[in-house]
């Protein structure tokens, strides 16, 4: 009987702290993504993150061996699959990835760049709950080679190269606008058009 | 419950709507390029854009710095506002054509 009362009223002290946390939450900011995460929240979601992902995974080493090839993949499918959140830098410095909730981190930074490949597979194969990190993984071969490249790619963030980012960019997708007026700048670059002829439209993503 | 469902919507109505980032690019001709400030000559006027270590300046489609930048050069810039000002993002120009040996 004693068992069953204390498990009760640490039943009834957690709703009532999630039913508290959750106002406090929601009165902090709605349901906006607009506010800052809160330190506890973000402290609280690493250690989740951390949790979340299987021993089993912590332990895997990157089956593949960091050669130009394997950077070169990893790179270009990051320009396009991972750059439009994460920059082709890595640093989260995108419209999507300031504005998301919470914010795209810095891969290049310890947080990141401290977590075992395997810790970086998972997250690439399986993505993490209530973040803009979908699962990218389909259990195949081929996507669980794309993954490792990547994370290759992830650990060379910090020594990219300003030639490397070029490339990149080239290599993000981009719409039919962006193509046309990529092509209008080159003409104007090249003196086909008359100087001075400058465009003032604000560019909206 | 009513008291939660009155939460819920008064949270969604109150959110705010996300402006979209607005972005500034601009062709012209440098009028002056120093350090800190690009001065470009369009066919609307003249256009200031602030240079940062985060300028990033490509020629002839590889990486470049400020220094290669002259007067009358070409140039694509792509900006970003901030702050009222202008910031440069991206600096695109290429090498000024030699004339033809005839």
């Known amino acids: 009987m004693n068992k069953l009362c204390i498990a009760l009223a640490v039943l009834v002290v957690l709703v009532l702290g999630a039913t508290v946390g959750g106002l406090a939450l929601l009165l ?6 607009k506010v800052e995460p809160t330190r506890i929240e973000v402290a609280v979601a690493g250690k989740l993150r951390r949790v979340g992902i299987p021993g089993s995974f912590r332990q895997l080493r990157n089956p593949v061996a960091s050669s130009n090839e394997a950077r070169a993949a990893g790179r270009a499918h990051f320009a396009d ?14 419209e999507m990835g300031r504005n998301l909730y919470p914010r795209t981190p810095d891969l290049r930074l310890p947080k990141t760049q401290q ?30 080679r794309t993954s490792w490249h990547l994370v290759t790619f992830i650990r060379h963030l910090p020594q990219l190269t300003p030639e490397e980012k070029l490339e ?38 | 419950m009513k008291v939660a469902s009155m939460l819920l919507a008064f949270a969604l109505c109150s959110a705010p709507v996300a402006a979209h980032e ?27 854009f602030v240079l940062t270590p985060d300028t990033q300046f490509v ?32 600096v695109q120009f290429k090498s000024a054509e030699r004339p033809k040996k005839r």
């Open chain 2, 22 to 48: 607005g972005g500034h690019d601009a062709r012209g001709v440098v009028t002056s390029v120093g350090p800190h400030e690009l001065t470009i000559k369009t066919n609307h006027g003249e256009e200031k």
């Open chain 1, 81 to 94: 699959h991972c750059a439009i959140c994460h920059a082709n830098d890595g640093s989260g410095q995108t």
């Open chain 1, 28 to 33: 902090r900011g709605g349901i906006s993504a």
């Open chain 2, 59 to 90: 020629k002839d489609g590889s990486p470049a710095t400020a220094q290669d930048l002259k007067a009358s050069d070409r140039v694509v810039v792509h900006a970003k506002k901030k702050a009222g000002r202008l910031e440069a993002m991206k």
């Open chain 1, 168 to 205: 990149m960019e080239r290599l993000n997708p981009k719409s039919p606008e962006e193509w046309r007026e990529m092509q209008e700048d080159e003409k104007f670059l090249k003196g086909s058009e008359p100087s001075g002829q400058g465009r003032k439209e604000p560019r909206h993503h």
């Open chain 1, 115 to 144: 977590l075992a490949d395997g810790e970086l597979f998972y997250i690439i194969e399986n993505g993490v709950r209530l973040t803009g990190m979908p699962a990218w993984g389909d259990g195949s071969e081929e996507s669980k």
